[in-house]
């Protein structure tokens, strides 16, 4: 497997634990007060919009040759940092 394979299973991996991340925050807000709901669900969809994001420049990278990996390594990296940073923020509000 090449470099690119490995790190494109990698990030697959990371976008099926978000969206058992996501599953399970939209559970809980589902079982919130009204004013917690709502910022739930702001934050969910915050994080379903990052990771349709994240999903876009996976599939760029699939696209892309071999050499384009480094290229858009940080970028990617740069992309799954905030949505990191986002998750965390809801994991610590709602979680």
Known sequence: MSMKQTYEEKLKAKLQELDAEIQRLDAKAKEARAESKA??????????????????????L????????ED???????AWKDIGEALES?????G
Do not use: H, P, S
């Open 39 to 60: 910022d739930m669900d702001r934050a969910l969809e915050d994080l379903r919009r990052r990771r349709e994001e994240n999903q876009a420049k996976l599939e760029e």
């Open 62 to 69: 699939r696209r892309a040759g071999e050499g384009a990996m």
């Open 72 to 78: 858009m390594k940080a970028g990617l990296e740069m």
């Open 90 to 94: 809801a994991r610590r509000r709602f």
